[in-house]
């Protein structure tokens, strides 16, 4: 099977994704679905995936999962998930679909989807359609993980996605895969802070795993942050100033949404940048010590 570092890098941030959407999902509600549509091959992915669902038979049983797959560029997709379908719990249902990310509303529609938590992830290399993302919004019960082309940010809030974080992944070069540099734009589309969170944590993990980078979509030319290891603060307690002097004081809740929605950082990384801050005169917090807790307002100086 033909792959590269990007598809490598999409496969394991898809993995962890789904390991942490399906427990949460089958704990709320007693039917999830998860939809991966490529509009080319899905460099193993549609495998991992299906590993991931079995590996949580416990929490499956009792319920209903279903999962669609569609892709284009992948002839050999029923002879590579036979063997794990066979081993999936009674409960989950495969659904292998011709065709590729165009008919996901359709598939959506069929599987019953309505109501129930719903997971899509899609690999789109040109413009985005907004049906797509309004079948992965799923009324008000979806996420979506996306990449894609370019930004996608307008076109996420638009179809029902309050909170949206993007990245420009920077892989590195070498002689023999010159064109895995540019990776196009990761986008996730959610509701849920926490969710929010856990992407952005897996982006690092997983980018730091691959030795990626990431930039701001939205800015070009802003040199990409460094995933692995410590990371250098001063770029987010810029934006995070800048925004408080902007819109005025607020809590730290809304500072690490922030960061999430508008940053390549993780929230981790807002509350440690918020306390150099404080430690620099720049802001102050309302209570004179302790950890920064998620109530508490904070005030620039100037």
């Not at 066979?86 to 989807?113: I, N, Q």
């Not at 002689?175 to 929010?196: E, H, K, M, N, Q």
């Amino acid at each position: 099977m033909p792959t590269n570092r990007t598809t490598d890098f999409l496969r394991e941030l898809l993995v962890r994704q789904v390991t942490t959407w399906l427990p949460a999902a089958l704990h709320r509600s007693r039917r999830a679905t998860i939809a991966l549509a490529w509009a080319g091959a899905d460099g193993g992915a549609a495998e991992a995936v299906l590993r991931v669902v079995a590996g949580h038979a416990a929490q499956v049983r009792g319920r209903q999962v279903t999962v669609l797959v569609l892709s284009d560029g992948a002839a050999d997709l029923p002879a590579r998930l036979g063997p794990i379908e066979a081993e999936l719990p009674a409960e989950v249902t495969v659904h292998l679909l011709p065709g590729g990310p165009d008919r996901l509303p359709v598939a959506v529609k069929a599987a019953g989807a309505a109501g129930s938590p719903l997971f899509c992830f899609l690999d789109l290399p040109g413009e985005v359609s907004p049906h797509l993302l309004s079948a992965a919004a799923n009324g008000r019960t979806g996420e979506v993980l996306l990449h894609a082309g370019g930004v996608t940010r307008a076109a996420l809030v638009a179809a029902g996605f309050p909170l949206v974080a993007e990245v420009a992944p920077v892989l590195p070069t070498d002689a023999t895969a010159p064109t895995d540099a540019a990776a196009g734009v990761v986008a996730f589309g959610s509701r849920s802070d926490r969710s929010l969170e856990a992407v952005r944590d897996a982006l690092w993990t997983v980018g730091a795993d691959f030795s990626v980078r990431y930039r701001d979509p939205a800015d070009p030319t802003a040199p990409p942050v460094d995933v692995a290891g410590d990371p250098a603060l001063e770029p987010l307690a810029g934006e995070l100033l800048t925004e408080l002097r902007r819109g005025g004081p607020r809590p730290v809740t809304e500072l690490r949404r922030h960061t999430l929605t508008v940053t390549v950082y993780r929230a981790a990384d807002a509350n440690r940048a918020l306390a150099n801050l404080v430690e620099a005169g720049d802001v102050r917090r309302e209570r004179d010590t302790g950890r920064l807790a998620g109530d508490e307002i904070i005030t620039p100086t100037r």
